[in-house]
């Protein structure tokens, strides 16, 4: 499964951004989806998390300002973004972990990247 992520751009601190992840096929069932960023010379963090369509897990750095959604009519999962801080900046990939009719598959998107500067 092809993950395309996109919505990534410059805005000011306080902005909001939507960022979009599209799969390229049905998917029978979503196990986990999932946003994270990796900062220039960071480590990859968890942003936000959903489990099995019920169970979401925020950092505690984005609480209360990121939600993640998903639309299964379009084939996309979302992250949206507000009240952006600088420390946001960095790049953002998609992941989904579920079933096709071929089996259990574990697909990441390319970075979009997220710039909050004024």
């Known amino acids: 499964v092809q993950l395309q992520a996109c919505g990534g751009g410059l805005v000011q601190p306080g902005g909001s951004l939507r960022l979009s992840c599209t799969y390229s096929?049905?998917?029978?069932?979503?196990?986990?989806m999932g946003w994270y960023r990796q900062a220039p010379g960071k480590q990859r963090e968890l942003v936000a998390a959903?489990?099995?369509?019920?169970?979401?897990n925020y950092a505690d750095s984005v609480k209360g300002r990121f939600t993640i959604s998903r639309d299964k009519d379009r084939n996309t999962m979302y992250l949206h973004m507000n009240n952006l801080k600088p420390e946001d900046t960095a790049a953002y990939l998609c992941?989904?972990?579920?079933?096709?009719?071929?089996?259990?598959?574990?697909?990441w998107g390319q970075g979009t990247h997220v710039t909050v500067s004024s």
């Open positions: 992941n989904i972990v579920g079933f096709t009719r071929r089996g259990l598959f574990n697909s």
């Open positions: 096929e049905n998917i029978l069932s979503i196990e986990r």
């Open positions: 959903e489990i099995s369509g019920a169970i979401t």
